[in-house]
């Protein structure tokens, strides 16, 4: 009650607890809760029932009765107003179960506008889930049992989900978090004679006093031992603090503009999703192209969660310096993070947003970023918020997240859904025009190029806009230009200071500039267009949308390649090498790049920057990336084929390198399949999969040249095939686009090197041409016939034994087996059999190995079968996608090598066969002995092929 303003984060405070207030008519009665708002005097109540532990299921014991007494105090009108009023259900740590599923049920209906759109969420299988239906189920079932089993309409069960809210807390645990935060809170707002500990142990007392009794405590009640231990007022650094942190927070939520025209399109879909995911996790990362309205999505979650949670917010900027606590100091703010949690230790989550997160890549000091992971990895009650660029998302995720160990979430926001871009086409007609055109109908889906597009016709030029190009060209010319007003040159003028803006920020890497030193009028007048920000108190500007600022910057790079693209060294100088400068031109370039296969000569330049020793290599690093980023890598790879293949393939291994590195992104669906939390997060630094078209045109650029390639390239040329066939699912009918040419250049290179006796090149290759089989069989059963089967074992080439191997001992067959089940057992059969077997040595040893008793060639036992695993061969496999020829191998592999074993002496001259007496009378001999028998189980001296083979059937 002393803190219950600070503490809630709100205007409320809380001017009663009232215990057992059953005979006041309150069905949930435990105690209430009365609050008033400090400035319009609105009064609320929050009912709140406690439970040590409870299941939210249909056989549960407690949770109909309170259920039962939750929905007649909801419809108890004297009592209870659905608009301000709220029922809690305060129990133990709440499970898995229900954080996961119970909590973003209830959160989806207080964000939903409607009862329909609530069940449709919770309806729709590719966003809710069965677990979450089965919850919502049971809320209704115990609902309707309260009103004696009548059906309830679903407008009802909403209307009482959004004001029944799921607490729990883990006061009864000696070692609990939510006890330490509280006694954390005390002991910043106790005399320094008191201490936390003893006045927590008061407070317990009283309540016990005041629950049987049906008492009321107010501050005037409370025993004055209890109200002396209290300072007499909040600390004002403390409160000041906390309302210039929510200053700060509100000044950069202001900048970020979540209304496209006059129109607010919901994104819901993505809004409920990032609220599920804050649920579970406590960094989420919010993501997306260009445009796509990232902040906008965290704006609204943090308009929707405001108003039940602590809520602050970053800029990335802000954590440039060396301790988390200077990031508070600089804002002006004396309390650390964790006194903050203190301070707040009562509200159900307490979120921190952080702003660009990609401008992490561009920080000089990132050490307080560093200590804001530690600090959320040691607190589990604050859960971070970012949005990031897409193009930075791996970087920052490898780099900082997954390098200390944070578990994170990625949302990626996707352009306007069909039903999103029609609200906006209801509102905004003349869209619709432009909206026809196939061209721009994807573009304007982004919320951001819908905006300008909006602008653009509603200006008075009105240009004309076919595709990407001239909707980029008009937005210049009609808004940040304005051509419409030309007074004074003002166009001109516009365009000049809103690019100087943006370059002087970009090379000065801040947050804002001073306004200082250009013309105010100008300035002023971005202002009033809403293209420019600014801080009038401390006289600072900066670029209102993060796109127009790399549109100006992108502009200005393309001003100093007009007037200096022959000369490179000076060309480079002029525009630095500032992170923003350095994105912008990618981006530029990209464009420059895509159009019409080089019709601005662009693509002559980059070749002529690439041949030119004197510019920094990392320049010409950025080319090739943008070469292999964009969408016209095959038609420069052409172009520069002489320059790839000659001076030993330097110029193409140098992109090999640059593709592997750059065009990779984490694969999330191999990340997400792993069920253990510690080796997923282990994992993630190690799963990626290739990204781009520029690999399936590397790969067709080297399968046609092959013929010219240096041996010296083979290492990088190999990487490359490798990270291909990584691709290959066993499950996908579907093969990657150029399977064939990556098999067909693996078997032109395995023959370079199939004598070689360093055999780890041959074993790279031979895993990616087993990969690719299906779609290079005629050649794969040409290489079989002639140096596998159509040869002695003598006389093979050295990559056949590591072939055998991967065909017929490792899981590497798993291809094979499923596609060729048939070519499996014929190999094998060769392989093992010892009648089959041509490569008898007649100078060698006449001792026998016990494999040979059993007819089989023993070196497959002491290669790769020891110790025995139905996991080796290709039992499993064969079993697996064709049961019946798997089984057949099986059983005819068992029967020859019982009878070789029969024939032999290995255990005597005893009779090894025994009848069995069938039901019809039949009689069958059967081989029998102990050793076949015990081998079976693994405790007699059995070929450990046999018991592989056995452990699968």
């Given at each position: 009650?002393?803190?219950?303003?600070?503490?809630?984060?709100?205007n409320?405070?809380?001017?009663?607890?009232?215990?057992q207030?059953?005979?006041?008519?309150?069905?949930?009665?435990?105690f209430?809760?009365?609050?008033?708002?400090?400035?319009?005097g609105?009064?609320?109540?929050?009912?709140a029932q406690v439970k040590?532990?409870?299941?939210?299921?249909?056989?549960d014991?407690?949770?109909?009765?309170?259920m039962s007494?939750?929905?007649?105090d909801f419809?108890?009108?004297?009592?209870?107003?659905?608009?301000?009023d709220?029922?809690?259900l305060?129990?133990?740590?709440?499970?898995?179960?229900?954080?996961?599923?119970?909590r973003?049920?209830l959160?989806?209906?207080r964000?939903?506008?409607?009862?329909?759109e609530?069940?449709?969420?919770?309806?729709t299988?590719?966003?809710?889930?069965?677990?979450?239906?089965?919850?919502?189920?049971?809320?209704?079932?115990?609902?309707?049992?309260?009103?004696?089993?009548?059906n309830?309409?679903?407008?009802?069960?909403?209307?009482?989900?959004?004001?029944?809210?799921?607490?729990?807390?883990?006061?009864?645990?000696?070692?609990?978090?939510?006890?330490?935060l509280?006694?954390?809170m005390?002991?910043?707002?106790?005399v320094?004679t008191?201490s936390?500990?003893d006045?927590?142990?008061?407070i317990?007392?009283?309540i016990q006093?005041?629950?049987?009794?049906?008492?009321?405590?107010?501050i005037?009640?409370?025993?004055?031992?209890i109200?002396?231990?209290?300072?007499?007022?909040?600390?004002?650094?403390r409160?000041?603090?906390?309302?210039?942190?929510?200053?700060?927070?509100d000044l950069i939520?202001k900048?970020?503009?979540?209304?496209?025209?006059?129109?607010?399109?919901?994104r819901?879909?993505?809004?409920?999703k990032?609220?599920?995911?804050?649920?579970?996790?406590?960094?989420?990362?919010?993501t997306g192209s260009?445009?796509?309205?990232k902040?906008?999505?965290?704006?609204?979650?943090?308009?929707i969660?405001?108003?039940?949670?602590?809520?602050?917010?970053?800029?990335?900027?802000?954590?440039?310096?060396s301790?988390?606590?200077?990031?508070?100091?600089a804002?002006?703010?004396?309390i650390?993070?964790?006194?903050?949690?203190?301070r707040?230790?009562?509200?159900?989550?307490?979120?921190?947003?952080?702003?660009?997160?990609?401008?992490?890549?561009?920080?000089?000091?990132?050490?307080?970023?560093?200590?804001?992971?530690?600090?959320i990895?040691?607190s589990?009650e604050w859960?971070?918020?970012?949005?990031?660029r897409?193009?930075?998302?791996?970087?920052?995720?490898?780099?900082?997240?997954?390098?200390?160990?944070?578990s994170?979430?990625?949302?990626?926001?996707?352009?306007?859904?069909?039903?999103?871009?029609?609200?906006?086409?209801?509102?905004?007609?003349?869209?619709?025009?432009?909206?026809?055109?196939?061209?721009?109908?994807k573009l304007?889906?982004?919320?951001?190029?819908?905006?300008m597009?909006?602008r653009?016709?509603?200006?008075d030029?009105?240009?004309?806009?076919?595709?990407?190009?001239?909707?980029?060209?008009?937005?210049?010319?009609?808004?940040?230009?304005?051509?419409?007003?030309?007074?004074g040159g003002?166009?001109?003028?516009r365009?000049?200071v809103?690019?100087?803006?943006?370059v002087?920020?970009?090379k000065?890497?801040?947050?804002?500039?001073?306004?200082?030193?250009?013309?105010q009028?100008?300035?002023?007048?971005?202002?009033?267009?809403?293209?420019?920000?600014?801080?009038?108190?401390?006289?600072?500007v900066r670029?209102?949308?993060?796109?127009?600022?790399?549109w100006a910057?992108?502009?200005f790079?393309d001003?100093?390649?007009?007037?200096?693209?022959?000369?490179?060294?000076?060309?480079?100088?002029?525009?630095?090498?500032?992170?923003?400068?350095?994105?912008?031109?990618?981006?530029?370039?990209?464009?420059?790049l895509?159009i019409?296969?080089?019709?601005?000569g662009?693509?002559?330049w980059?070749?002529?920057?690439?041949?030119?020793i004197?510019?920094?290599?990392?320049?010409?690093?950025?080319?090739i990336?943008?070469?292999?980023?964009?969408?016209?890598t095959?038609?420069?790879?052409?172009?520069?084929?002489g320059?790839l293949?000659?001076?030993?393939?330097?110029?193409?291994?140098?992109?090999?390198?640059?593709?592997r590195?750059?065009?990779?992104?984490?694969?999330?669906?191999?990340?997400?399949?792993?069920?253990?939390n510690?080796?997923?997060?282990y994992?993630?630094?190690m799963?990626?999969?290739?990204?781009g078209?520029c690999?399936?045109d590397?790969?067709?650029?080297?399968?046609?040249?092959?013929?010219?390639?240096?041996?010296k390239?083979?290492?990088?040329i190999?990487?490359?095939?490798?990270d291909?066939?990584?691709l290959?699912?066993?499950?996908?009918?579907?093969?990657?686009e150029?399977?064939k040419?990556?098999?067909?250049?693996?078997l032109?290179?395995?023959?370079k090197?199939?004598?070689?006796?360093?055999?780890?090149?041959?074993?790279?290759?031979?895993?990616?041409?087993?990969?690719?089989v299906?779609?290079i069989?005629e050649?794969?059963?040409?290489?079989?016939?002639?140096?596998?089967?159509?040869?002695?074992h003598?006389?093979?080439?050295?990559?056949v034994?590591?072939?055998?191997?991967?065909?017929?001992?490792?899981?590497d067959?798993?291809?094979?087996?499923?596609?060729?089940p048939?070519?499996?057992?014929?190999?094998?059969?060769?392989?093992w059999v010892?009648?089959?077997?041509n490569?008898?040595?007649p100078?060698g040893?006449?001792?026998?190995?016990?494999?040979?008793?059993?007819g089989?060639?023993?070196?497959?036992?002491?290669r790769?079968f020891?110790?025995a695993?139905?996991?080796?061969?290709?039992?499993w496999?064969?079993?697996?996608?064709?049961?019946?020829?798997?089984?057949?191998?099986?059983?005819k592999l068992?029967?020859?090598?019982?009878?070789?074993?029969a024939?032999s002496?290995?255990?005597?001259?005893?009779?090894?066969q025994?009848?069995i007496?069938?039901?019809?009378?039949?009689?069958?001999k059967?081989?029998?002995?102990?050793?076949?028998?015990?081998?079976?189980?693994?405790?007699?001296?059995?070929?450990?092929?046999?018991?592989?083979?056995?452990?699968?059937?």
């Amino acid at each position: 009650m002393y803190l219950s303003k600070f503490s809630r984060g709100d205007n409320s405070s809380i001017t009663a607890i009232k215990f057992q207030r059953r005979y006041e008519g309150y069905k949930i009665d435990d105690f209430i809760v009365e609050c008033q708002n400090v400035h319009n005097g609105q009064k609320s109540k929050l009912l709140a029932q406690v439970k040590r532990s409870i299941n939210i299921t249909k056989g549960d014991k407690e949770f109909p009765e309170v259920m039962s007494a939750a929905w007649s105090d909801f419809n108890n009108s004297e009592i209870f107003s659905p608009d301000n009023d709220c029922i809690a259900l305060i129990t133990g740590p709440l499970s898995k179960t229900d954080v996961q599923h119970v909590r973003p049920l209830l959160d989806w209906a207080r964000h939903s506008a409607k009862a329909d759109e609530f069940f449709q969420k919770v309806g729709t299988p590719t966003f809710s889930s069965d677990e979450k239906r089965e919850k919502l189920a049971v809320f209704k079932y115990h609902l309707e049992q309260a009103i004696q089993g009548k059906n309830l309409e679903d407008e009802k069960v909403w209307q009482f989900l959004k004001r029944f809210y799921l607490i729990g807390y883990d006061f009864d645990a000696t070692s609990g978090s939510n006890l330490s935060l509280i006694q954390s809170m005390l002991k910043m707002s106790i005399v320094e004679t008191a201490s936390s500990n003893d006045v927590w142990t008061k407070i317990v007392t009283t309540i016990q006093d005041f629950n049987p009794n049906a008492g009321t405590i107010t501050i005037d009640t409370l025993p004055k031992e209890i109200r002396d231990d209290f300072k007499s007022g909040i600390s004002i650094t403390r409160c000041s603090s906390i309302d210039k942190l929510k200053e700060h927070g509100d000044l950069i939520l202001k900048g970020i503009r979540a209304h496209i025209a006059n129109t607010h399109v919901k994104r819901t879909i993505h809004v409920d999703k990032l609220s599920e995911e804050a649920n579970n996790c406590n960094f989420i990362i919010v993501t997306g192209s260009r445009g796509s309205g990232k902040s906008a999505v965290v704006k609204e979650f943090v308009e929707i969660h405001c108003k039940t949670d602590s809520i602050f917010c970053l800029r990335t900027e802000d954590l440039n310096k060396s301790h988390l606590d200077e990031v508070f100091t600089a804002i002006g703010i004396q309390i650390h993070l964790s006194e903050l949690s203190a301070r707040f230790a009562m509200m159900p989550e307490k979120y921190l947003i952080i702003e660009s997160l990609e401008k992490l890549l561009e920080l000089d000091n990132r050490t307080a970023f560093c200590d804001l992971l530690e600090f959320i990895k040691e607190s589990k009650e604050w859960t971070v918020v970012a949005s990031c660029r897409e193009y930075a998302l791996q970087q920052v995720c490898s780099t900082y997240l997954q390098y200390q160990g944070v578990s994170h979430k990625v949302i990626k926001i996707e352009d306007f859904s069909e039903d999103e871009f029609n609200v906006l086409l209801t509102d905004n007609p003349k869209l619709s025009v432009i909206a026809a055109n196939s061209k721009l109908n994807k573009l304007l889906r982004n919320p951001f190029l819908a905006d300008m597009a909006i602008r653009v016709i509603n200006s008075d030029t009105q240009p004309n806009v076919t595709d990407e190009i001239s909707l980029k060209k008009a937005v210049w010319q009609s808004v940040i230009c304005k051509e419409s007003e030309r007074t004074g040159g003002m166009p001109a003028k516009r365009a000049n200071v809103f690019t100087e803006i943006s370059v002087r920020r970009a090379k000065q890497m801040v947050y804002e500039i001073p306004e200082d030193g250009f013309a105010q009028d100008v300035v002023y007048k971005l202002e009033e267009d809403g293209l420019l920000c600014r801080n009038a108190e401390k006289k600072l500007v900066r670029p209102a949308h993060d796109v127009l600022e790399d549109w100006a910057i992108e502009e200005f790079i393309d001003k100093i390649y007009q007037a200096n693209s022959t000369d490179h060294t000076k060309y480079f100088q002029l525009i630095g090498n500032e992170p923003s400068i350095i994105r912008a031109f990618r981006f530029w370039l990209h464009q420059k790049l895509n159009i019409a296969q080089d019709s601005t000569g662009v693509g002559n330049w980059c070749i002529s920057v690439l041949d030119n020793i004197t510019i920094p290599k990392h320049w010409q690093d950025e080319i090739i990336i943008a070469i292999l980023s964009g969408q016209c890598t095959a038609h420069f790879l052409n172009i520069l084929r002489g320059k790839l293949l000659e001076n030993q393939g330097k110029l193409l291994k140098r992109f090999c390198f640059l593709m592997r590195l750059t065009c990779k992104i984490s694969n999330t669906e191999a990340i997400q399949n792993i069920p253990d939390n510690k080796v997923k997060q282990y994992m993630s630094f190690m799963l990626y999969k290739t990204w781009g078209d520029c690999w399936v045109d590397v790969i067709r650029f080297l399968y046609e040249n092959r013929d010219n390639i240096n041996y010296k390239s083979l290492p990088e040329i190999l990487a490359i095939l490798e990270d291909y066939s990584n691709l290959i699912n066993i499950n996908d009918e579907k093969f990657p686009e150029v399977t064939k040419e990556m098999g067909l250049l693996a078997l032109f290179l395995l023959e370079k090197v199939k004598d070689d006796y360093r055999s780890e090149m041959q074993q790279r290759l031979l895993k990616i041409i087993i990969k690719a089989v299906p779609m290079i069989e005629e050649e794969f059963n040409n290489l079989l016939e002639r140096d596998v089967f159509g040869k002695r074992h003598r006389d093979r080439p050295h990559y056949v034994e590591h072939l055998v191997d991967y065909i017929l001992v490792s899981l590497d067959s798993i291809m094979l087996c499923k596609y060729y089940p048939d070519l499996v057992i014929r190999l094998a059969w060769q392989e093992w059999v010892l009648e089959n077997d041509n490569s008898e040595n007649p100078f060698g040893s006449s001792r026998m190995e016990v494999e040979e008793y059993f007819g089989l060639n023993h070196k497959y036992d002491l290669r790769g079968f020891n110790p025995a695993s139905g996991l080796k061969g290709p039992f499993w496999t064969l079993l697996k996608w064709h049961e019946t020829k798997g089984l057949d191998f099986i059983i005819k592999l068992c029967n020859y090598a019982a009878g070789e074993y029969a024939k032999s002496r290995l255990d005597g001259n005893g009779d090894y066969q025994v009848d069995i007496i069938f039901n019809d009378g039949t009689v069958h001999k059967q081989f029998c002995s102990g050793r076949l028998w015990g081998g079976y189980r693994g405790i007699t001296v059995l070929p450990d092929i046999l018991q592989s083979a056995l452990s699968q059937t």
